[in-house]
């Protein structure tokens, strides 16, 4: 079984302060994981992926395997970023495509 | 491309009716995907499709919803009879594998409230 855990349902900071978003996940084989934003009023879209190990509006994601973590980090919020971030998890599926699994979301806020 | 379209946007109806929403994935993804987002769950999968053929549902809540896909352009999702505590976002998203990395897009949603 695949599970994703993001335990805080908000979090606020100010603009300027570092983000930590935290996931944890539970995958007993080799996982891939990816980071979504749903910003106010607009689709859900990808925001990164561990396998491309970029930096997508100054995000940052580490794929720990000791810690079963993958933690978005941002060094200094910005008012745009306040959205809704999910963590993502694909594992195996059959006949080709990969289920992906999420995590419950955080609500991101940015105060000035 | 368009993107994943899904219809309707919104829907209000009540206790005990049928409902049916749809959806029309990117043309040549080979995977679609059916969510469901509630405040409390957050982003749950119901169904996924690969190739037309539905390979895990098993995130359905119970017999009265029901997906189908009858061709690679078109799937419904089908919730009868609705009752209240299906009121929530439905999502549907499709994506293209083969690069090994299972990337999705998802449309705008359609937002049921069940009377």
């Known amino acids: 079984a695949q599970r994703v855990t993001q335990p805080e349902k908000l979090l606020s900071v100010f603009k300027g302060a570092p983000v930590e978003l935290k996931c944890n996940y539970s995958y007993s084989g080799s996982p891939e994981l990816f980071w979504y934003v749903q910003y106010s009023r607009q689709r859900l879209q990808l925001l990164l992926r561990h396998i491309s190990r970029e930096s997508i509006k100054g995000f940052t994601a580490d794929l720990n395997k000791g810690e079963t973590s993958f933690h978005l980090k941002k060094p200094f919020a910005q008012e745009e970023d306040s959205a809704m971030y999910y963590c993502?998890?694909?594992?195996?599926?059959?006949?080709?495509?990969?289920?992906?699994?999420f995590g419950t979301g955080t609500q991101l806020k940015v105060e000035l | 491309d368009a993107g994943v379209i899904q219809s309707p946007r919104h829907e209000v109806t009540e206790m005990g009716q049928e409902v049916t929403l749809r959806c029309k994935p990117i043309s040549g993804h080979n995977s679609l995907f059916w969510y469901r987002q509630t405040m409390m769950r957050g982003l749950e999968l119901l169904i996924y499709?690969?190739?037309?053929?539905?390979i895990d549902d098993s995130g359905m809540p119970e017999d009265r919803f029901s997906a189908k896909m009858p061709n690679a352009s078109f799937s419904t999702l089908k919730i009868q009879p609705s009752e209240p505590r299906d009121s929530a976002v439905y999502f549907c998203?499709?994506?293209?594998w083969g690069s090994g990395a299972n990337v999705l897009t998802f449309g705008a949603g359609s937002r049921l409230t069940v009377l």
């Open positions: 499709f690969n190739n037309n053929v539905p």
């Open positions: 998203a499709s994506s293209s």
């Open positions: 993502a998890l694909s594992g195996a599926g059959t006949g080709g495509g990969n289920k992906l699994t």
